[in-house]
């Protein structure tokens, strides 16, 4: 079992540019979660998902940010027209069963230049 | 709404001396409890989780932790501290019926030699 697959592990984009983050969930986890990291603020919830469903999107920005998990294929964050305020650290989750811990992947690193 | 809040940036401990770090939590409901373990540029590790029953749960790497529903806390413990746990630990809570977990800013360990 992979566990939580994440990429690209390190991702440099312009300003303006979009940003694409990809997370295959563990075999068999029907539930993913995004999370921000960066320095001095912990972990930051941005959306749950489900197959082909938004599920909580409370955390996410309104505007650029946009998440999916579609019935094939893994989950992506898309970042448009990113900023420097952007870079961060994006770690996806996932777990089966409501009682369970999540898994976590390795995360993405953003930089904006 | 959901909280966790872990009053110590940094713990520092001697090789071989007991561990412990804080955490206290504030739910509607009873709550789902995790501590995850992050090492430098990985993901977070899961080491345990109080879901019900035996208010002292034991997790993985000899770490245990005790709830306390009077005092909403939820401590991290450890008999005899390592070198190698040094790292960024997170506790985490949720309410049951919904997936949202929602995490400490986090406490550095530095167990010194």
């Known amino acids: 079992n992979a566990g939580v697959m994440q990429n690209p592990r390190h991702l440099v984009r312009r300003r303006g540019q979009e940003a694409r983050l990809r997370c295959s969930p563990m075999k068999g986890h029907s539930h993913v979660y995004w999370y921000r990291q960066l320095p001095e603020e912990g972990l930051k919830f941005m959306v749950y998902l489900q197959k082909e469903n938004i599920i909580d999107e409370s955390g996410m920005p309104k505007e650029r940010f946009s998440a999916e998990f579609p019935k094939e294929g893994p989950s992506i964050l898309r970042i448009q027209q990113v900023v420097r305020g952007d870079s961060a650290a994006y770690f996806c989750?996932?777990?089966?069963?409501?009682?369970?811990?999540?898994?976590f992947g390795s995360g993405t690193r953003l930089t904006v230049v | 709404a959901q909280s966790v809040a872990q009053p110590e940036d940094q713990v520092n401990v001697a090789e071989g001396n007991p561990l412990t770090v804080k955490c206290t939590y504030s739910?509607?409901?009873?709550?789902?409890l995790f501590w995850y373990v992050q090492y430098p540029n990985r993901g977070l590790q899961f080491l345990l989780k109080?879901?019900?029953?035996?208010?002292l749960v034991k997790g993985s790497y000899g770490f245990e932790a005790e709830f306390n529903k009077s005092q909403t806390s939820f401590h991290l413990k450890k008999p005899s501290a390592l070198v190698s746990d040094s790292a960024l630990y997170f506790c985490?809570?949720?309410?049951?019926?919904?997936?949202?977990?929602?995490f400490g800013i986090g406490t550095k360990l530095q167990v010194i030699p």
């Open positions: 109080y879901i019900t029953g035996d208010n």
């Open positions: 985490a809570v949720r309410v049951g019926g919904y997936q949202k977990v929602t």
């Open positions: 989750a996932s777990s089966d069963r409501e009682e369970d811990g999540y898994t």
């Open positions: 739910v509607s409901g009873n709550p789902y």
